[in-house]
C-alpha cells in the first residue's frame, strides 16, 4: 500500500472532471474520513455517514463539528447520499420518513455548498407491477417538486428499486417528472450484484448523467466481490471514455465496497481502512491516465 503522507503529484484529469470519495467507505469516524481524503489530495468528499449516524440525523452541533472540520481540511461537499428510497425503504414504507429527511437535508446541503442528493426509487414490496410503477413516480415526482422548490437536484442512482436496472424505466420516470431537478447516478460497478451490464445500460442513459459512482466487481448477484477499479468486469475505463463522449463534466466518485457495504450492514472497514481507500484512489488516477486520458486525446 502506499504511504498515506507521501507528496503524490496531481492526478491528469479530463477537463471539467474532478475527483472525489464516499468518505465512510474509508471509515466510520469522521476524523478517519478525513484522512482518507485529505491523503488523496482531492479536495472533495462525498458524505453518507459520519460517526455512524446518517448526515440527515446529526443533530446541530455534530453537523456544525462537521462543517467546521471539513472546511479546516480543506474539503467540499461533492454530493450526499440519503437514504431516501433505497434498499432499506420499500414502496409499503412510509412517505413521510423521506419528506422528512429530504427536509432535514435542504439546508444543510446549502451549508455544506452542495445541491446534489442522492436517492433511490423503492424495492418492491408484493405490489403489482403497475401499483408499484405508479406509486414510485407518484412519491418521487413530489420529492423532486420539493427540491426543486429548495434548490436542490436528485440524483437517482442505478440500484435498488422500481428504476433501479432498466434504463426504459428510468427514462420513463425522467419523462414522467419532468424536472431539472432530478437526474441521473451512474454507478459503474452495479450491475454485477443487480443482475445486469451497467456499460450496456449506459449507452442510453449518458446524457441524463449527473453523477457518478466508480466500483469495480466479479462474480454473480448471489457472490459478488469488489475489486480495485478496473480489475473487476464491470469496463469501467469504457464507462468512463463513453461518459465522457457523451458530454460528462462533473465528479467521479469512489465507493470501493470493498470493506464497507451498507446494504450488507457491513460497516467496519477495519485497522487498514485509510490506505485501502488512498490505494483504491491511487488505482483509479492511474486508470483515468492511462486508458482514458489518451483515448479523449485521440478522439480530438
Not at 133 to 149: H, Q
Not at 229 to 256: F, H, T
Not at 272 to 295: C, H, K, M, N, Q
Request: aromatic share 4%.
Amino acid at each position: 500500500m502506499p504511504d498515506d503522507h507521501t507528496p503524490t503529484p496531481p492526478p491528469t484529469l479530463p477537463d471539467g472532471i474532478a475527483l472525489a470519495g464516499i468518505g465512510d467507505e474509508a471509515g466510520a469516524e469522521l476524523d478517519t474520513q478525513l484522512a482518507a481524503l485529505t491523503g488523496l489530495g482531492w479536495g472533495l468528499i462525498e458524505l453518507r455517514n459520519i460517526d455512524g449516524v446518517a448526515l440527515g440525523d446529526l443533530d446541530d452541533a455534530a453537523f456544525d463539528h462537521l462543517r467546521e472540520r471539513l472546511s479546516a481540511a480543506g474539503l467540499s461537499a461533492a454530493c450526499v447520499d440519503a437514504r431516501i428510497a433505497n434498499w432499506g425503504r420499500p414502496i409499503t414504507g412510509d412517505f413521510e420518513e423521506d419528506l422528512r429527511e429530504l427536509a432535514a437535508l435542504a439546508p444543510r446541503c446549502h451549508a455544506l455548498g452542495t445541491n446534489l442528493v442522492r436517492v433511490m426509487s423503492y424495492p418492491n414490496d408484493g405490489l403489482p407491477e403497475d401499483r408499484w410503477r405508479a406509486e414510485t413516480l407518484t412519491r418521487i415526482a413530489e420529492l423532486t417538486r420539493r427540491a426543486e422548490d429548495a434548490g436542490l437536484v436528485l440524483v437517482h442512482e442505478n440500484c435498488a428499486g422500481w428504476a433501479g436496472r432498466e434504463a426504459d424505466r428510468m427514462l420513463d420516470m425522467l419523462e414522467h417528472v419532468d424536472s431539472p431537478a432530478l437526474r441521473l447516478l451512474f454507478d459503474i460497478g452495479n450491475g454485477v450484484a443487480y443482475d445486469y451490464e451497467a456499460h450496456a445500460l449506459l449507452a442510453d442513459i449518458a446524457p441524463h448523467v449527473a453523477h457518478v459512482h466508480v466500483k469495480d466487481a466479479v462474480g454473480t448477484p448471489e457472490d459478488a466481490h469488489y475489486t480495485l477499479p478496473g480489475q473487476g468486469r464491470c469496463r469501467v475505463a469504457d464507462c468512463l471514455r463513453d461518459l465522457l463522449a457523451a458530454g460528462y463534466r462533473g465528479v467521479l466518485s469512489i465507493e470501493p465496497h470493498i470493506s464497507v457495504r451498507p446494504h450488507e450492514a457491513l460497516a467496519d472497514a477495519g485497522p487498514d481502512g485509510v490506505s485501502r481507500f488512498v490505494a483504491y484512489g491511487r488505482t483509479l488516477e492511474r486508470l483515468i491516465a492511462d486508458e482514458v486520458v489518451p483515448a479523449v486525446a485521440a478522439a480530438r
